[in-house]
């Protein structure tokens, strides 16, 4: 575990390092939970972009694409829901000033209980070693079953507290944290505040006071933006159910725990895809988008073994089913993307509150109806952190040196092809901007033609640009380069004709597409 954390400690500093994410405001020490993306972050977070928005819009007939603004009606967060549950439950240490989610220091409790069950069973294993039965031990060490039974009490008043009729039990939730010792990580004491909803939407004011202002929100998530368009897209464009609309765009959230970098953000992207159906049919379509997403993720090759489905066990009141897409990363398996059955709660909010009609007459049945939606929804930042933290290596070459390297799928990489003249002298470097203006109207090109081959190469295998070409005194005989691979750093020798081709075969995001069709 603690591995783990330094690996990804050296994930982190590696983007700032080689311009991947730098903290924002970097020169005012930052500003908590929020970054801004380098010069191969924002290439490579628009490579994922990309991939997502082909593979809604452009690989399916029925889904259809729209960017709707950030600002929305006010009525928009009251009729979603927002602005009444839209909470965490927070606490406060008072001796070290802390603030933190009340459920999740009650999370990270049952987690310590697992983590122990955990450490007893390897213990047992290695002491049994084959004779080991992992079930008959679980089922009858006196140690496991007293770890399982506080574990499971736990779990269950947790699961009361958080389901109580009249919503979140707040004073359930303190006592819980009181009788479990729970201490603050900073100050260590048990010195606790009452525990307080806290709204995670940011308001500020929209016109000039003089007109008289109003309150308006930084939409917490992009979701809405479709739903109050769906009548307009669905007219405009004449869709028949069942139908999509895709969008990517900015959300914010003011979390009130921010950790693990850019796992959780107070200002994040969102790619979100409202799918609606024929009332009867969501469930079928949830299955559906399950599988199409699970088959996009695995798609980048990081193995079926680093994602799972999380199911929810306890769903929001308007969905009838939801499950979270978890990848492995360094700091254990995490959700990505949600994808919710949410029933047609939304646009019958929708119409309740803005007093239209928002339906779709069937011209299959002559009936009218409100849509259900199945809704797919994913951080780019988490993706993107997930795709960093499955790249990086840092391999161990025969010769004992080690080297950075980050193993993107080519289609990801925010550089495809980096251009050396091996030498600056004799031609080669004219010979080399040559091809690399010649082959920069295709893909993303780098000149390099400072510090020895060697370092050269070293920089490109730290961003993860899948291929390096030398131009040498050969070059200048037969037009042909060494093609270096970065994974196996094999080199071969290939015609400058026919780098286009060769490269670009691998590298755009059709080649993703066509794997996934
Ligand atoms: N419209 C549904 C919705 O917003 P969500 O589970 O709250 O659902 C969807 O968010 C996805 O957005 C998550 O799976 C995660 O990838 C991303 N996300 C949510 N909060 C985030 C945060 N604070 N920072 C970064 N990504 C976040």
């Known amino acids: 575990m603690a591995q783990q954390e330094d690996v990804f400690k050296k994930i982190v500093s590696h983007c700032k390092e080689y311009g991947f994410v730098f903290p924002s405001s970097d020169i005012y020490d930052g500003l908590g939970a929020v970054y801004d993306y380098g010069q191969n972050g924002v290439e490579l977070k628009n490579n994922i972009k990309k991939y997502w928005w082909e593979s809604m819009v452009q690989m399916h007939e029925n889904i259809v694409g729209l ?8 009525t928009t967060w009251k009729a979603s829901g927002h602005v009444d549950a839209f909470n965490d439950p927070l606490i406060d240490n008072r001796d070290s000033k802390k603030r933190y989610r009340a459920d999740v220091l009650i999370e990270d409790q049952i987690a310590k209980y697992d983590e122990k069950i955990e450490k007893e069973v390897e213990k047992a294993r290695k002491r049994f070693k084959e004779n080991f039965d992992e079930a008959q031990y679980r089922s009858t060490s006196p140690k496991v079953q007293e770890l399982q039974e506080k574990r499971d009490g736990l779990h269950h008043r947790y699961q009361e507290v958080m389901n109580a009729p009249g919503g979140i039990d707040l004073e359930g939730m303190k006592q819980i944290i009181l009788d479990e010792e729970i201490v603050c990580p900073i100050s260590g004491t048990r010195n606790w505040t009452d525990v307080r909803q806290f709204n995670l939407m940011f ?8 007109e008289g202002s109003s309150t308006i929100y930084l939409r917490p998530e992009t979701a809405q933006g479709i739903f109050v368009n769906y009548l307009n897209v669905q007219k405009t464009g004449r869709m028949k159910l069942p139908f999509g609309i895709a969008q990517i765009g900015k959300a914010f959230r003011n979390e009130i725990v ?4 850019i796992f959780r953000m107070r200002e994040f992207e969102q790619m979100e895809m409202q799918f609606f159906v024929k009332p009867g049919t969501e469930l079928q379509w949830f299955d559906s988008w399950k599988q199409t ?39 254990g398996f995490k959700e990505v993307e949600g994808i919710h059955s949410r ?43 997930s795709v960093l933290c499955h790249a990086y ?43 690399f203006n010649d082959l920069r109207f ?36 037969d037009n042909t380069v060494t ?31 066509k794997k996934l069709a």
């Open 203 to 210: 308001k500020t004011e929209i016109g000039a006071a003089a």
């Open 67 to 74: 960017d709707a603004a950030i600002f929305m009606h006010p």
């Open 442 to 477: 295709y893909f993303n090109c780098k000149y390099e033609e400072k510090d020895q081959i060697g370092k050269r190469y070293r920089r490109m295998d730290a961003i993860g640009c899948p291929y390096c070409i030398t131009v040498d005194q050969q070059t200048l005989e």
């Open 293 to 331: 997403r699970m088959r996009w993720h695995q798609n980048l090759g990081f193995g079926a073994e680093n994602y799972r489905f999380h199911d929810h066990d306890k769903l929001a009141h308007y969905a009838n089913a939801a499950t979270d897409i978890e990848f492995h990363m360094p700091f």
């Open 393 to 435: 290596e840092e391999q161990l070459l025969p010769d004992g040196q080690i080297r950075t390297v980050l193993h993107l799928p080519a289609a990801l990489a925010p550089v495809k092809l980096a251009i050396f003249p091996l030498t600056k002298k004799d031609g080669l470097p004219e010979k080399a901007q040559e091809i």
């Open 258 to 261: 921010a950790r693990q970098f």
């Open 343 to 385: 029933t047609n709660f939304d646009l019958s909010q929708h119409a309740k509150y803005s007093g239209k009609k928002i339906e779709y007459f069937d011209p299959e049945t002559n009936e009218s109806y409100t849509p259900y939606v199945i809704e797919t929804s994913i951080g780019v930042d988490r993706m993107f952190l």
């Open 483 to 513: 093609l270096r691979d970065r994974d196996t750093m094999e080199q071969t020798r290939v015609a400058i004709s026919d780098l286009q081709h060769i490269v670009d075969e691998k590298v755009t995001i059709t080649s993703l597409l």
